[in-house]
């Protein structure tokens, strides 16, 4: 609807993944591709934002965890 006073921004992964999970594994591969600092630096504050959430439901959010895993275990 074009009228709404907010828009929903789901951090859960269907059966599309959340944007944000995408956004902040794109963030992660941008750093390790190019070594700029500031891609990862924003990709940690987006999983940070999302830790509650990872940590009561991880099923519903695979993509973040592969980002998560991504910090953990770079290479």
């Known amino acids: 609807h074009t009228n709404l006073i907010a ?3 789901p951090s859960y992964d269907g059966s599309e993944p959340s944007g944000n999970s995408m956004a902040t594994l794109a ?3 941008l750093a390790a591709l190019t070594g700029r600092e500031d ?6 504050q987006a999983l ?3 830790a509650g959430a990872l ?3 991880p099923g519903a959010q695979m993509v973040m965890l592969e980002a998560a895993e ?3 275990r770079p290479g």
Do not use: C, D, S
Request: aromatic share 4%; hydrophobic share 50%; net charge positive.
């Open 55 to 57: 940590l009561e439901h």
């Open 70 to 72: 991504a910090v953990l």
């Open 7 to 9: 828009r929903q921004k």
């Open 27 to 29: 963030l992660l591969r």
């Open 48 to 50: 940070a934002a999302q």
């Open 39 to 44: 891609y990862r630096a924003r990709a940690e």
